[in-house]
C-alpha cells in the first residue's frame, strides 16, 4: 500500500486478555518503530526494528510487551495479561534508511486503539 | 526519561491570525522536528531541524532551531481552518558515532483551534 497500515483500528480487551497488533510498514522500508501514545499525551517510543533485528527495545514497559519482525517487513506488538494502564493508542512508524540523517523523518500509521476493560 | 516542554497546551484563534508554539528541554538535542496530527490519524512531519540556529520554512510554516539546542519554535502565518489539529514538537539524540534512528522524544501537544 501506500502508507503504513495498521490494524485493528480499535481494539477492546478485558484485563487478563493477551492482544496482537499488526504494523504492514510501507513496502521497502528497512527501519520499523513501535511508539504508544496515552490519551493527551504525545506518542512515546517502544521499540525499534532494523530489518528483522530488534536493535532497541528499551522503552517496552514491561516483559508483558513483546514485538517481531521476523521478515523484515510485517511487525507484530503483542501485549500479554493486559491491564487498564495499556490502554493507549498503539502507532506504528517506518523510515525508508537506517542510521542517517533521515532516519528520523517517520511515517506513522493510524494507529490501534486499545481499551482494556 | 527525557521531557519536552511544550507551549501553549492549546490555542483558540480567527483565520488569519498568525500562530506561534515553542518546545523546551532540559536536555540537548541534535535535531528537532515538528508534527501534525489530525484526529484518528498518526502525526505527520512538517519540518525537520538539523543546526542550532537553523531557520526552516515549509509553506506558511516556519520553525527554528534554537542557539542553546534545548528549545524549537514555529511560526504558522495567515492560519486556515485546515490547520485545525495538534502540533508536536520532537528531538532526537544523536547515538555514539554520529548515527541516529528515528527514536523520537515528543512534547505533550499543542491544540489549535482556527474559528472561521
Known amino acids: 500500500g501506500a502508507g503504513v497500515s495498521q490494524s485493528p483500528r480499535y481494539k477492546v480487551a478485558k484485563r487478563g486478555q493477551d492482544v496482537a497488533l499488526r504494523c504492514d510498514p510501507i513496502s521497502g522500508h528497512v527501519s520499523l518503530f513501535w511508539y504508544q501514545q496515552a490519551l493527551g499525551q504525545g506518542p512515546e517510543f517502544l521499540t525499534y526494528f532494523q530489518n528483522e533485528a530488534q536493535l532497541d527495545k528499551s522503552g517496552l514497559p514491561s516483559d508483558r510487551f513483546f514485538a517481531e519482525r521476523p521478515e523484515g517487513s510485517v511487525s507484530t506488538l503483542k501485549i500479554q495479561r493486559t491491564q487498564q494502564e495499556d490502554s493507549a493508542v498503539y502507532l506504528c512508524?517506518?523510515?525508508?534508511?537506517?542510521?542517517?540523517?533521515?532516519?528520523?523523518?517517520?511515517?506513522f500509521g493510524s494507529g490501534t486503539q486499545l481499551s482494556v476493560l | 526519561g527525557q521531557q519536552l516542554n511544550q507551549s501553549p497546551q492549546s490555542m483558540f484563534i480567527q483565520e488569519g491570525e498568525d500562530v506561534s508554539m515553542n518546545c523546551t528541554s532540559s536536555?540537548?538535542?541534535?535535531?528537532w522536528l515538528w508534527y501534525k496530527q489530525d484526529p484518528g490519524e498518526g502525526p505527520v512531519l512538517l519540518i525537520a531541524l538539523y543546526k542550532a540556529g537553523e531557520l526552516t520554512s515549509n509553506g506558511r510554516l516556519t520553525a527554528q532551531f534554537g542557539i542553546t539546542r534545548k528549545d524549537s519554535f514555529l511560526n504558522i502565518s495567515a492560519s486556515i481552518p485546515s490547520d485545525v489539529g495538534i502540533y508536536f514538537c520532537a528531538g532526537q539524540l544523536l547515538r555514539a558515532g554520529g548515527t541516529s534512528y528515528g527514536k523520537l522524544t515528543f512534547g505533550q501537544g499543542t491544540i489549535l483551534t482556527v474559528h472561521p
Open positions: 512508524a517506518s523510515s525508508p534508511t537506517r542510521d542517517t540523517r533521515d532516519n528520523e523523518k517517520l511515517f
Open positions: 536536555s540537548i538535542f541534535n535535531t
